[in-house]
């Protein structure tokens, strides 16, 4: 997500418990098998002899799982690979064909797609139709754009699979950037099928243009209740004042959505848009909700609301500084509300962040922390201070919103407090430290920087050597010389992360001592391997029991579609590793994040996992693997609150909730995971 926003730690090995035996040589065309297949794709690595006989293969499995492959290596190569395959006899190769292309996200692609992008294959093949549209959304490209329009004009609202052609091609439009073809879509917002008409809202929610406020201001009172959120989300006071809307009508709307309306998602995302109305009529909604509402969700949305209107949010404060200090209210809504305060009034957020410094709960420390950055001037001492706090991830939080707030221009205001960061234990906190140092861009900091990338060489997570390759890198545009420094004085990293990261900032000029970054050794067996690809085959699909503190949540998890997560995930569960961990992040209306055992969204297991993007979409309830970057997934895992399409193709489904989502929306961080167990 973007999602995201976290850091993952990933380390060179896959998984500490697998087989020992090295990996075989490159598979030969002459055995084409699943097993062979998910070597090629955890090692990324590129076989195209091997890949275009799999596509061939008379097993639609192996077929699929070579269009896999290509769609998660998303290389250009891989386009005159898929092309002929989109022509299969069986559609779901077709399809798997035409999602990898997506993926490839190559411009030679699009002539490939368009001629099935045809209307007229609804009715007998529209799971590819469909995804020729996705992928053409992925395409930046006139055709590209041009296709999707004609679909969105000439498929038959009524006739069989169209439904589903025009849902993949409102949820693919929208990633073709503006202008957004708003005549088009229109339409398809007014459908009898409500799944059709919350994509139509999506797609106009997703750009900001006044053409499409205008559509969704008269969904506003739709009967499905994704409509409605996506139109509270899109309903913001600059885009009413140009869509001829008028901000009075507007504002109603948005008003009655936060105040009124009987789900949550509508209330939340309304709420969050009030933001954007500054005005006594606002703050009453605004404060009424967050001093009285009894769903802690809707209290945040609100408290959000506060913050996105800044200064203008003033008449809060009071309310604001008595939630901080509220001990009997729960610590995420205390941490929110001081955002808001600080973001209203960075002295009075500053005032209050000193009531809670000393707090036993780490989280309300480390809020403290945060608040204590937005001083003026920043002070220096008091986040000393928090760097001696006992529980590193106060540290790491301190220096992250310093670094924040200095800004690139007046990063070097904290230099001091940044070196002091370099010598901490904790990682993340050396992690934080060292994107301060990249800022800065200092040649006379290099030596330290090494120092750093050496002292993280001992660590369990590669974030601080990310982050000083990062650092030295910055360096190197005003110092010529500070990478072949790097280069002389360390050897070829083991973690394949560090090589790509080395070679993309470094390109030739490290190229020699270091070698090229892939493929990857897993350490994985062709042993191993077979018996992943057959457990992928296996049916019915595994599932999972996750015991919360408030509930429980079951998941059936996508074993057959990610096969290397849904084992990783099962692994670290049977060792207990999500046993009594926080759950790190949640965003209302968005997703719940776990699997971190620090609890700040930093932490990992170790190890990384490569990508298995698949065509799984991410709809209300599904389990998405984490990341910080491609093929950085660890441990850290979401489950979506509600549809997320801009999610789709970046981050992998690995499983869907199937009992309990209940407990999902209800869920806070702070708030346990007891433990994960496999059930059967």
Known sequence: MTMNPVRLAAAALLLAACAPAGPSSSPSPGRVSEAGLLRLADRRELDEAYLRAALADRDPAVARRAASVLANLRLPAGVALLGPALAHPDTSVAAAAAFALGQIADSAAVPLLVP???????ATAPTVVAEVAYALGKVRHPQARAALESLLRTVDSDGPGNNVVAGAALLAIWRQGRPLPVSAIDPWIRHADPEVRWRAAYALARRSEPAAAAILFRAADDAEPLVRSFVARALTGPMADSSGVGRQAAHDAVIRLATGDPEQIVRINALRTLGTYPGERTMRALIETAANGDEPYTV???????????????????????????????????????????AIDAA????????????????LRASAARAIAHAR?????????????????????????????????????????????????????RTNALGGLAALADPGTLPVILDAYERAQADSMNDAALAAVAAVEAITKKDRGAAPQFAARFPRSGDYLVRQRVQALFGDSIANPWGEALPIETGLSDREYARIAAGARARPRPRAVIQTSRGEIEVELFA?????????????????????????????????????????TSGGPGYALRDEINRHLYHRGALGMALSGPDTGGSQWFVTHSPQPHLDGTYTVFGRVVRGMEVADVILPGDRIIRIREVR
């Open 116 to 122: 099935y992008a045809d209307p007229a294959r609804a």
């Open 377 to 429: 001037p920043m002070p220096l001492g008091d986040l000393a201070a928090a760097l001696r706090d006992p529980d590193g991830r106060v540290a790491s939080a301190a220096l992250e919103e310093a670094v924040t707030v200095a800004g690139d221009t007046a990063v070097g205001s904290i230099r001091e407090l940044l070196l002091a960061g370099l010598a901490h234990p904790d990682v993340i906190a």
């Open 300 to 342: 945040i949305a609100a408290l959000e609301g506060m913050q996105r209107l800044g200064a203008q949010a003033a008449l809060a404060s009071p309310l604001l500084r008595g939630m901080v200090a509220d001990a009997a209210r729960p610590v995420f809504v205390r941490q929110t509300a001081l955002a808001a305060l600080t």
């Open 348 to 363: 009075q957020g500053v005032q209050a962040a000193g009531s809670i410094a000393r707090d036993p709960a780490w989280r």
């Open 560 to 600: 057959d579609d990610a096969p290397l997560t849904v084992r990783s995930f099962l692994s670290l569960a049977a060792r207990g590793f999500f046993d009594g961990q926080e759950w790190p992040r949640v965003v209302p209306n968005f997703v719940i994040q776990g699997g971190d055992p620090r609890g700040d």
